[in-house]
């Protein structure tokens, strides 16, 4: 095979007439074949919108875990965005972690009730939220600095009588809690427990909404 000097040679090596018949003196109209990909960017666009506007609008996005099946509820308030427990039947982990196993916890005779790497872990959790406190906006800032009974209430900008609906829920010492449905109430009293140990006292369990039957 003759050696060619390297150089594009797509109409006299390779015969692609239907690509540009009309470069060559043979009268046709000149093809178009550049791709126009306006229209898909459009499309993706509206697409990553509305997969955007589907997610809760205080921000959080609560993932099902891999072998974990949520209880159903008929009752269902706003998650905020917060630290996540996630009880699976083989697994306890904190935020991703691994914090202990709930078989060996519900085997568990002495008369610990702490979960102590869960316990440690919520501790240093609440401390760098802490010392990152100056950093929040005014308006989580103001949700803390209402006084106990009372929340924060924006439309009206002052602290209201009552208990707090989620969205208005002071994030220090908010927890997520999604735990299997199979999960032993041994197990969730120790969890329980130890979150109220570490200062985490508002526990939102994550559910299946299951519509109402009348």
């Not at 697409?47 to 993932?63: K, Q, V």
């Not at 691994?98 to 085997?107: E, I, K, N, V």
Request: hydrophobic share 35%.
């Amino acid at each position: 095979m003759a050696i060619h000097t390297p150089g594009p040679r797509l109409f006299s090596s390779i015969p692609f007439k239907f690509l540009g018949g009309g470069g060559h003196g043979s009268g046709r109209k000149e093809s178009n074949v550049s791709l126009n990909v306006v229209p898909f960017v459009d499309m993706m666009t509206i697409l990553t919108t509305f997969l955007l506007m589907t997610f809760s609008a205080s921000g959080e996005i609560i993932m099902s875990q891999k072998g974990v099946t949520l209880p159903d509820a008929t009752n269902k308030d706003q998650l905020r965005k917060a630290p996540v427990i996630v009880i699976s039947p083989d697994a306890i982990t904190f935020n991703g972690e691994g914090m202990g196993d709930p078989r060996a916890l519900d085997t568990d005779t002495s008369m610990e009730w702490k979960i102590v790497e869960l316990y440690e872990r919520l501790r240093a959790e609440k401390t760098a939220f802490e010392m990152n406190f100056d950093q929040m906006s005014d308006g989580e800032k103001k949700k803390c600095r209402c006084p106990p009974g009372s929340y924060y209430k924006e439309s009206d900008d002052r602290c209201e009588p009552g208990d707090p609906p989620p969205t208005q829920m002071c994030l220090r010492g908010l927890l997520i809690l999604q735990a299997d449905r199979g999960t032993s109430a041994k197990v969730i009293n120790r969890v329980l427990k130890t979150s109220y140990a570490a200062d985490y006292r508002n526990i939102m369990f994550a559910i299946n909404q299951r519509s109402r039957q009348r």
